[in-house]
């Protein structure tokens, strides 16, 4: 299975976002992660559909739309038509994931779910057999910056175990203080996408060709 770097446009330039995203598709990157921030689910805000609606005609980047949200299953159709091609929801507030789920894939669109460092990983499992992804937060979500949380990766080993025992093919992404330091163990762990925000916007673009190829970045096509 090939594996993907995916840059957080959360990192980049929020007063040039359309520059930062152009920065990652120039880089050879194919994705691109965009956190969306509700302040309520997690103590910050970022942008709304209508910024990833703006993005949209500007870049053939695969848009990996990250819903931080009280209630995702009201906005899920504000991000489905503004161009997201995979939207991820969180297994910790309290509505419908069977029926956002279902409203998402029905839309055309790849289904992804998240837990946050402490949330417990069998929250994945009845769901594992419908998902495209599993998200597995390495930092409490909310700000950029933070150092990875290591222990996550027990659930990383425990989602591709599971993979591999019911011959599943969701991807295992994680997102939160993400370096080149990391990659190893997260690679042994089973991770196929990696999000990378800081650490990818305040290094160069030799240290960035680097960081993709210490992974092998290579296109993940669904």
């Not at 998402?104 to 419908?130: E, K, S």
């Not at 175990?161 to 019911?166: G, M, T, V």
Request: with cysteine.
């Amino acid at each position: 299975m090939n594996k993907i770097l995916a840059p957080s446009l959360l990192a980049g330039d929020h007063g040039d976002l359309r520059s930062s995203l152009m920065e990652v598709e120039n880089d050879g990157r194919e994705w691109i992660h965009l956190d969306l921030m509700d302040g309520h689910f997690v103590p910050n805000l970022s942008f709304g559909p209508q910024t990833v609606a703006d993005l949209r005609p500007h870049s053939s980047l695969f848009f990996d739309v990250h819903l931080m949200l009280e209630r995702p299953d009201l906005y899920l159709d504000s991000f489905i038509d503004a161009g997201s091609q995979l939207i991820t929801i969180h297994l910790e507030p309290d509505y419908d994931q069977q029926k956002a789920l279902d409203k998402i894939r029905n839309a055309g669109v790849q289904t992804g779910l998240a837990i946050n460092p402490d949330t417990p990983v069998d929250l994945f499992y009845p769901y594992l057999d419908q998902v495209d992804l599993c998200l597995c937060m390495t930092v409490n979500p909310g700000f950029g910056g933070q150092s990875f949380k290591g222990y996550v990766l027990e659930k990383v080993k425990d989602l591709s175990a599971r993979r591999k025992a019911n011959g599943l093919s969701f991807l295992i992404e994680v997102d939160g203080g993400v370096g080149p330091q990391h990659v190893e163990e997260c690679l042994d762990a089973g991770v196929d996408v990696f999000v990378a925000g800081t650490s990818y916007y305040k290094s160069n673009s030799e240290e960035r060709a680097g960081f993709a190829r210490s992974i092998g970045d290579g296109v993940i096509k669904f």
